[in-house]
């Protein structure tokens, strides 16, 4: 039930493309969606994030979709350029008294050919 | 550069063997987080620590054990090394449990 299920693993666009990565969720005590991008040897960086009670969240040509009732959310890339290619991991927040946890899916390799 | 400091970057050591790797979260976060990332495993997250208290645990073993000081740098304590521990070791801060979670640049552990 903590899981976050992460798809495709791996992805290949051609530059100026669009790039879609989707996950999944069942626990509904999920209070923040992070997406995270990493580049080799570096650590993970926020990238974009959203919350719940929010369907839509877009900064520059990242766009974050969020749907509720299906405990789905997808990353898209618009325009995609091979600068972009990297790891890129989905993320759910666990928060409660105690302490937080970030569960991630377990990531998508996105390549963009020139 | 995200501002947590993370060493040894590299580190290789032989199984049965202890390590410990340390983490200077960014100036103001409380918060300090330990992910443990392997190929096939992903990021999984091992244990959570706030002002100096633990507050969260995920799937840490036995073997592994951590702290968080008074002046909040962190430590992963791994012991009886597996050839299996080999991984990538991220430890992460921020400045509450509610705020943006910033990652260091990750310590490779190799078992051999």
């Known amino acids: 039930q903590q899981q976050v299920k992460q798809s495709p693993q791996s992805l290949i666009v051609q530059k100026g493309g669009i790039s879609i990565i989707n996950c999944a969720y069942e626990?509904?005590?999920?209070?923040?969606f992070p997406w995270y991008q990493q580049f080799p040897g570096k650590g993970p960086a926020l990238l974009i994030a959203?919350?719940?009670?929010?369907s839509e969240k877009k900064e520059g040509r990242f766009t974050i979709s969020f749907n509720k009732s299906a405990k789905q959310f997808s990353l898209h890339i618009m325009d995609s350029q091979p600068g972009d290619s990297a790891t890129y991991f989905c993320?759910?927040?666990?928060?409660?008294?105690?302490?937080?946890?970030?569960?991630f899916g377990k990531g998508t390799t996105l390549s963009v050919s020139s | 550069d995200s501002g947590v400091t993370q060493t040894p970057k590299h580190l290789i050591t032989a199984t049965g063997q202890r390590v410990t790797l340390r983490c200077s979260p960014r100036?103001?976060?409380?918060?300090v987080y330990w992910y443990q990332q392997s190929l096939d495993q992903g990021l999984q997250f091992l244990i959570q620590?706030?002002?100096?208290?633990?507050?969260a645990k995920g799937n840490i073993l036995e073997r592994f054990s951590a702290q968080q000081f008074p002046d909040l740098h962190s430590e992963l304590n791994l012991s009886s090394l597996e050839l299996g521990d080999s991984a990538l070791y991220f430890c992460?801060?921020?400045?509450?449990?509610?705020?943006?979670?910033?990652f260091g640049e990750g310590s490779w552990l190799t078992v051999v």
């Open positions: 100036s103001g976060d409380l918060s």
């Open positions: 620590y706030y002002n100096g208290e633990e507050r």
């Open positions: 959203i919350r719940p009670d929010v």
């Open positions: 993320a759910a927040r666990l928060a409660n008294q105690a302490g937080t946890a970030l569960i």
């Open positions: 626990n509904t005590a999920f209070d923040y």
């Open positions: 992460a801060s921020s400045v509450g449990p509610s705020n943006t979670i910033y």
